[in-house]
């Protein structure tokens, strides 16, 4: 079955530092997105991204935050300046479109990012 | 007002029971709706989606839809300890999927 991957699955950094999550969408997938989970907290939008643009973001997803789609399968999302609130799982998602029954989003098992 | 709305949990079933999970969403013009499982550590997993009005059955997982109430459920009938997660409730508008808080269900054995 086609699959969302992710890496790192975790990774540890210096407050201030840049990070870089790789995402490799569902090969026919149209629609790519990047959601995080801080812990014990709900799944929260950021971004999503279509025909190399991005087609809608979150308050949360500000100027430290950047995606970039570099080729024909990875997807990756930049935190610049890290933070210690910046730490949660980063999951990655895709959908192959936005019409009912054609919208199912499917997750990447999640990079878990750790801000010292 | 919160986008995605699901009723408060922890929910704690025994096993053999049905679970009866809630949610509301604010907008009306919202016409998808999912409700994804997601283990303790895990990505959510897609259980059932559901676009009409009314119910729609997969295995011992019944969905139901009501547009006009702005109101989504999710049963899970005969409930085993392989079931017990976070049930969260997603809507779809547009290009964004907005998720709720999500339901803690545990089932006991």
């Known amino acids: 079955e086609p699959e969302v991957t992710q890496t790192p699955s975790h990774q540890v950094t210096q407050m201030g530092q840049e990070v870089i999550l790789r995402c490799v969408p569902i090969?026919?997938?149209?629609?790519f997105y990047w959601y995080r989970q801080i812990l014990g907290q709900k799944v929260e939008f950021l971004v999503s991204?279509?025909?190399?643009?991005?087609?809608?973001k979150s308050e949360i997803f500000d100027d430290q935050f950047s995606v970039e789609r570099p080729d024909g399968s990875n997807f990756t999302l930049k935190i610049r300046s890290t933070k210690l609130e910046d730490s949660a799982m980063y999951f990655c998602?895709?959908?192959?479109?936005?019409?009912?029954?054609?919208?199912?989003?499917?997750f990447g098992a999640g990079s878990r990012l750790t801000v010292l | 007002q919160k986008e995605v709305e699901q009723n408060s949990g922890p929910l704690s079933v025994p096993e053999g029971a049905i679970a009866s999970l809630n949610c509301t969403y604010s907008d009306r013009g919202s016409q998808s709706f999912f409700w994804y499982r997601q283990y303790s550590g895990k990505s959510p997993e897609l259980i059932m989606s559901?676009?009409?009005?009314g119910d729609k059955e997969d295995g011992r997982f019944t969905a139901q839809l009501n547009k006009a109430s702005q109101y989504v459920s999710l049963l899970i009938r005969d409930s085993q300890p392989s079931d017990s997660a976070t049930y969260l409730c997603?809507?779809?508008?547009?290009?964004?999927?907005?998720f709720g808080a999500g339901t803690t269900v545990t089932v006991r054995a």
């Open positions: 559901i676009y009409s009005n």
């Open positions: 997603a809507v779809s508008l547009g290009y964004k999927l907005s």
């Open positions: 998602a895709s959908r192959p479109g936005t019409q009912p029954g054609a919208n199912v989003l499917t």
């Open positions: 991204f279509y025909n190399n643009e991005i087609s809608e």
């Open positions: 090969s026919n997938h149209l629609y």
